[in-house]
């Protein structure tokens, strides 16, 4: 038998059907499925809650886009459990399985005929100006400085690795993963990067400057970013605002010592994957 828990994206009704169909395999086949008291409450489906956290499952399968993903990997970011993605997103680069082949997929998962792809985490927390220190956040896709005031821009000084490399004027800076170039990263223009590669995305947004590009470090290589002068800056770990940042606070980026456990079905293949998803053509 194996602890299935589910996570589903709260506002599709397709996601919604797609636990009841779950639910149902998985009580044919003598497996316990479960979900987070929020989630079983938002889709009523109250008999599905539970206690038990989600490090103690066997499997996570997130019922969604790319959001519900990321979630899910919250839930057991520190602990070796796999995540199937059932897309009913509209992009889901993370995300495996589409929902005709959901029952196909939970029996591979459950007796092992799967592949698990490690995804490289970025471990976060803050230096306030004082010296004391907050959270530890685990970051699937980025770590994102984002200003707060509109029409303005902040200064973040980059140290790469104990030196100073520059300070940004930006409208943000955004401190990704492999898996987060074709998130946030992508969208201010950073590069598309193999999620098999473990490196540290260093992206600027909207920058204010002449040295406007991306830069690729070495995953050995910790990112800290300090806040220079007045202006606040808030703190968001794969799109989740976590803290809110004023000058002299400083934010430190490194390689998490856990990896998200992706299953995934077929060969890997991301470039085909990021073709389908662009809409490329041979020519």
């Known amino acids: 038998m194996s602890n299935i828990v589910i996570v589903v994206h709260h506002e599709r009704a397709h996601a919604v059907e797609l636990v009841d169909r779950a639910v149902a395999w998985a009580g044919a086949h003598g497996h ?6 929020e989630d079983a409450r938002v889709i009523r489906r109250p008999a599905l809650a539970s206690t038990h956290d989600a490090t103690e499952a066997d499997l996570v399968v997130c019922i ?3 959001g519900t993903m990321l979630r899910g990997a919250r839930l057991v970011a520190r602990a070796p459990v796999p995540l199937l993605g059932v897309n009913v997103g509209l992009l889901g680069y993370l995300t495996e399985v589409e929902p005709d082949h959901l029952e196909d997929a939970l029996r591979r998962a459950v007796t092992g005929d799967v592949r698990i792809e490690p995804r ?4 976060v927390h803050v230096v306030r100006s004082d010296g004391s220190t907050e ?7 980025e770590a994102s400085l984002e200003k707060r005031e509109a029409g303005h821009t902040v200064r973040l000084r980059v140290r790469i690795d104990g ?3 520059t300070t940004y004027q930006a409208d943000g800076l955004v401190v990704s993963t492999p898996t987060g170039s074709t998130a946030y990263s992508l969208s201010a223009r950073g590069p598309v990067v193999s999620p098999s590669h473990w490196a540290v995305l260093l992206t600027p947004v909207a920058p204010h400057q002449l ?3 991306s830069l690729v470090l070495g995953p050995a290589e910790p990112v800290e970013v300090e806040v220079l002068e007045h202006r606040m800056v808030d703190l968001a770990v794969d799109g989740q605002r ?4 004023r000058q002299g606070d400083r934010v430190r980026t490194t390689p998490a010592d856990q990896a998200a456990q992706f299953i995934r079905l077929g ?3 991301f470039h085909q994957v990021l073709k389908a998803k662009f809409g490329l053509t041979d020519r």
């Open 32 to 37: 316990e499925v479960w979900m987070s008291d």
């Open 64 to 66: 969604g886009g790319d």
């Open 120 to 123: 490289m985490m970025l471990s």
């Open 135 to 141: 959270g530890r956040w685990l970051a699937v896709n």
């Open 163 to 165: 030196e100073v490399f």
């Open 211 to 213: 040295f406007d590009r």
């Open 242 to 245: 976590v803290a809110t940042l």
């Open 267 to 269: 060969p890997d293949r």
